[in-house]
């Protein structure tokens, strides 16, 4: 069930412009998907599902591209969609534009720091897990070199 579903899922994201997981299972429902929201949340992130910018207005699901993607590409989606950074130990949080956060979190795994153990990436915000609080300072500077 769950690899027809991720089928219908792919499917759905290339012929409408969805913008939210709801929209989604509406979507999976009038296909005779029985889904929650949950269900969804955990199929995009499965899928590895990404938000991209069309028609310059709005954020919409899609798949990640097949090979790798470019670093100019990620450079500026890091720069146009992270809004602030707050730490707290040896956490960092980033606040990101409305949907962009899992792109932004996939881009900061995909930089393999062995300073950051992970991510976790909600709707417009990411948690960074340091390895250390010690190297938090450092993995902001980072953060902020890429800004630059």
């Not at 040896?90 to 534009?97: G, Q």
């Not at 949907?99 to 720091?113: F, H, M, Q, R």
Request: with cysteine; charged share 35%.
């Amino acid at each position: 069930m769950k690899q027809k579903r991720h089928f219908k899922i792919r499917e759905i994201i290339r012929e409408k412009p969805i913008e939210t997981q709801e929209e989604l299972a509406v979507e999976l429902r009038k296909e005779g998907f029985n889904v929650t929201q949950a269900t969804v949340s955990r199929d995009i992130k499965e899928l590895k599902l990404i938000k991209v910018l069309r028609d310059n207005e709005h954020y919409c699901y899609a798949e990640p591209e097949k090979t790798s993607i470019s670093s100019d590409r990620l450079l500026k989606m890091f720069k146009e969609s992270i809004i602030s950074f707050d730490t707290a130990e040896n956490l960092i949080v980033i606040k990101t534009s409305s949907g962009t956060a899992s792109a932004v979190g996939e881009a900061i795994d995909g930089l393999n720091w062995s300073d950051i153990v992970g991510t976790v990436a909600g709707d417009n915000t990411i948690l960074v897990i340091a390895k250390s609080k010690k190297v938090v300072n450092d993995i902001l500077k980072k953060f902020e070199e890429i800004m630059r």
